[in-house]
């Protein structure tokens, strides 16, 4: 939904090893986000490198590293952990990807903009 500070997906869109990016908006303020799907696990993060601020995605919805157990920034290659948002190798070791809440209603997964998100 263009516009909105709320995203929907039926949950099956997005099966494991999987991502699928959007975009949330509020009072002027866009969020480009995405939501991965690792091992039957739903997280949704800001799609925001926190070394550089960047998208993690260079090529659209690539986030995955080839073996599938990590995320990766495809500017720098920084390493994240596709649950907790960890960055476990390069520049930014220790940050996290900024988290957003995400709720699954039913079968459809519900990602909401909260007031302080970047």
Same mark, same amino acid.
């Given at each position: 939904m263009a516009g909105s500070d709320e995203w929907r997906?039926?949950?099956?869109?997005v099966p494991?090893?999987?991502?699928a990016t959007f975009r949330l908006? !509020?009072?002027? !303020?866009?969020?480009?986000?995405?939501?991965?799907?690792?091992?039957?696990?739903? !997280?949704?993060?800001v799609n925001r490198c926190p070394h550089v601020g960047t998208p993690l995605d260079l090529?659209?919805?690539?986030?995955?590293?080839?073996d599938g157990r990590? @995320?990766? &920034?495809?500017?720098?290659?920084?390493l994240y952990e596709p649950?907790?948002? @960890? &960055?476990?190798?390069?520049? &930014?070791?220790?940050?996290?990807l900024t988290g957003l809440p995400l709720a699954l209603e039913g079968d459809t997964l519900v990602v909401r903009l909260p007031p302080a998100a970047r």
């Open positions: 997906c039926a949950a099956a869109t494991p090893g999987h991502t908006e !509020r009072a002027g !303020r866009t969020v480009n986000a995405f939501v991965v799907n690792h091992d039957g696990q739903f !997280r949704a993060y090529w659209p919805n690539e986030f995955f590293t080839e990590a @995320l990766i &920034c495809s500017t720098h290659g920084a649950i907790s948002g @960890l &960055c476990t190798a390069g520049p &930014c070791v220790g940050d996290h």
